[in-house]
């Protein structure tokens, strides 16, 4: 699977999931927990409101007052979406 790919189903998985640890994200895409640590703070650089509770009982949850947009592509954008996301 693509970075690229990945890192929107991550976004995909954060948004479904609510709470979740850097572990269950890694077993989820079947990558190890570093890179799992590593493609989250992407997502956060990028603008995903992430946050991180540390200690025994902590993990990583969206916020509550998150505001992702929805994504809108025309006809053309789609088909070059579809066409390069086949393998």
């Given amino acids: 699977m693509s970075k690229t790919k990945l890192l929107f189903n991550l976004i995909m ?16 895409f079947h990558v190890s927990v570093r890179t ?17 509770e540390s200690g025994r009982n902590g993990g990583n949850r ?14 053309n954008e789609a088909f070059v979406i579809f066409c390069f996301s086949i393998p």
């Fill in 13 to 28: 998985y954060v948004n479904a999931m609510r709470n979740f640890t850097v572990e269950d994200a890694a077993h989820e």
């Fill in 36 to 52: 799992s640590h590593r493609y989250l703070m992407e997502l956060s650089e990028m603008g995903v409101p992430l946050y991180t």
């Fill in 62 to 75: 969206m916020l509550d007052n998150r505001a992702l947009p929805p994504i809108i592509f025309n006809e």
